[in-house]
């Protein structure tokens, strides 16, 4: 069986960072075990995946393009995210 590609944060113009988060400019809470319902940005500075489940069946994705390529991803060194 073929796997679906996943939407990820990296696509959507709705993704936002402000301070230490990120969050959806549409309002959807993107991670259920944060405080606040937004992941940290600790999260993309390492280049982590950013597919949320809320993301797959949104309504309002936006895609603004190709994802971004996995070794473009984060601007910590490997050894620095560890």
Not at 42 to 52: I, K, W, Y
Not at 70 to 80: A, D, F, I, N, Y
Request: glycine content about 6%.
């Amino acid at each position: 069986m073929k796997e679906t590609k996943k939407r990820t944060l990296y696509e959507c113009s709705h993704a936002r960072v402000k301070s230490d988060c990120i969050y959806c400019f549409k309002g959807y809470s993107l991670c259920l075990r944060s405080h606040n319902g937004h992941p940290d940005i600790s999260r993309l500075a390492r280049g982590q995946r950013l597919a949320f489940s809320v993301c797959q069946s949104c309504p309002d994705f936006d895609c603004m393009g190709p994802p971004v390529p996995p070794e473009e991803r984060g601007w910590l060194k490997k050894k620095e995210a560890k």
